[in-house]
């Protein structure tokens, strides 16, 4: 998750709304008298699978919960050890499973000095596997959405009674309505489009009336009521699996919310790095010119160079690993086993509970790589195939690369990552496409491939939730769209999209970037949806889209080729992508005026052509059979098959 650029009123509008919403779901107990009987309020996870672990740790919330005795009723069911921490307010049960356990409801009773308290734990026979957690392929391509902004399929839940005030769509940071239904009721659309695998933003409990969003968690086993329920979310999943799509969740074991009740009562006195009054800033003093960079571009990143540098000290990551983000989100200790065990767990759980295929990864530097490390050894001792894609939000491949998994660092370490969001390649594109940077940065990028253990795997994009639209941009245009689109879904690597960039949606900074999608909303004037519903500047986009997505189903060069650098300069970059079937030409001009290119073919995988067919664009092309002459129109990119 990245906040660009908050201007300092609105982070302390959004803290102090944070810390003043209650949270009427999980209301901190009040103070008990010493005699009074002990309390369970909750059990966290709530429910588990036979034969998925070995053991489990249970966090039960409660209040005089001082355990002496914690005893189960199945004798497969064994009490490891218990610690009770706030005053009787958590307990922890560590659980193991014996061979012979079986599906049904464990009752546990607690017995404390004042009395007995039980606690229940349904354990259920796993949902067969052949058709969930099957993970990223080559011929997925991500579309990514922010389910509050997308389309609003149940108007009852706009609104939740615990969260008056928090709906208002003429508001950037209210609650617009959208849900997991919308989400469902669109599924014929993003099948059409020709987009395979959905990543949403948070759908996790938040606890403020501006954490539409999601990255405000206060309940990380619930589903927030604005998007609807965890049924809704099965629902999806299983909705999408009988279209063969995929569902990523987006994993945020970094923080929680300001607003979680562990801030005020940590479970254990470290489960957080520092406490509310008194810890670190995720912001780095390494910022700005410590390696020599300036500040130039209009792009921003976050510095994670001190934590890919072997010379770098303590002092220069710690910051990052262990402030809180912005300075307002409370940082996990994920370095406390207990604590990284509730994160591994939790993530499993949802894994399980939807079927999920993978999951995105918020904020990945900035945990450490020894709890990435142990986190996907236990994710991937269960799910060998899931996806895990990391965000590094950095436009320095030899940066990104570090925390990709498949490979050691300098710190012995391989965090198990799957991949990587290219977020080198979204600034090159930027840059290029919006700030006049020659078009051979695109293949500069691409060269630095080989520091990746599995560069195929890289997940391009031109945008997402946290960067203004590229229409809005300074110098942005249609154009300028749909080059970047053209690109993104022909460069190698799984692309993202992100909703409503297939029409051409516009949007500046956070929020203005997350503008609801038109005809999501019953009574919206246009509904963009359909094709009736769109102007013809946005079904000019969608079709151009649309077509490019075909044409990656259609010609396997485009998901798996092996690409080559035919041509690249200033103002043009013409790669190939190779399979043993076919080879594809893709010519990109970002020149404001015609160009015409002779690319000689000899010594690269151009050579003896025949034929020219044109897939996609306006560009001409034409083999003499010593060069490729090509004549591209301004901001523009064609493809060609050529055999
Ligand atoms: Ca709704
Ligand atoms: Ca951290």
Known sequence: MIFRSPRPATILLFFSVACLAPDLSLAAPQAAPESAAPVVTKVEPPNWWVGLTPDLLLLVSGHGLEAVKVVCNLPDVIVGRTQSTQNGEYLFIWLKFGPQLRSGTVVCRATTPTGEAS????????QPTAQRFHGLRSDD??????????????????????????????????????????????????????????????VVKNGSAQDYHGYGAVDLYAVDPHLGSLGDYQSL?????????????????????????????????????????????????????????????????????????????????????????LGILPDLNTENPTVAKYLLQNSIWWIETAGLDGLRVDTFPYVSRAFWQQWHAGLRRIYPNLSTIGEVFHPDPTVTSFFAGGKKGWDGTDTGLSTVFDFPMFF?????????????????????????????????????????????????????????????????????????????????ADPDNRRDFPGGWPGDAQNAFTQEGRSPQQQRIFAAAEKLLRLRREHPALRTGRLFHLFSDDRSYVFLRQTDDERLVVVFNNDTAQRILAIPEASTPAGDVQ????????????????????TAPAQSVSIFSVD
């Open 119 to 126: 606690l229940e734990l349904p354990l259920s026979v796993r």
């Open 141 to 202: 391509v991500i579309y990514l959405i922010m389910p509050d902004r997308f389309a609003n399929g149940d108007p009852a839940n706009d609104e939740p009674a615990e969260f008056p005030g928090s709906h208002d769509r003429a508001k950037p940071r209210a609650w617009h309505g959208g849900d997991l239904q919308g989400i469902r009721d669109h599924i014929p659309y993003l099948k059409d489009l020709g987009v395979t695998a959905l990543w949403l933003t948070p």
């Open 237 to 325: 999943a299983s909705d999408l699996r009988r279209q063969r799509m995929k569902l990523f969740f987006d994993a945020v074991p970094n923080h929680v919310g300001p607003g979680h009740p562990w801030v005020a009562k940590p479970p254990l006195p470290d489960w957080f790095h520092g406490s509310a009054g008194r810890h670190l800033d995720s912001h780095s003093p390494v910022k700005n010119s410590f390696y020599g960079q300036g500040t130039q571009g209009e792009a921003k990143n976050d510095p994670f160079e001190a934590l890919a540098d072997p010379h770098a000290t303590q002092a220069m990551r710690q910051n990052l690993t262990d402030g809180w983000f």
């Open 428 to 508: 090159a594109l930027r840059d290029v496409l919006l700030r006049g940077a020659p078009a051979g940065r695109v293949a500069d990028i691409l060269r630095r491939d080989e520091l990746y253990p599995h560069p195929d795997w890289l997940v391009p994009f031109f945008s997402n939730h946290d960067v203004p639209r590229i229409v809005s941009e300074p110098g942005g245009s249609p154009e300028k769209l749909l080059s970047a689109l053209a690109l993104t879904l022909s460069l190698r690597g799984i692309p993202e999209l992100y909703y409503g960039d297939e029409i051409g949606m516009s949007g500046g």
């Open 611 to 630: 034929r020219v067919h044109a897939l996609y664009g306006e560009a001409f092309a034409s083999s003499s059979g010593k060069e490729l002459r090509i």
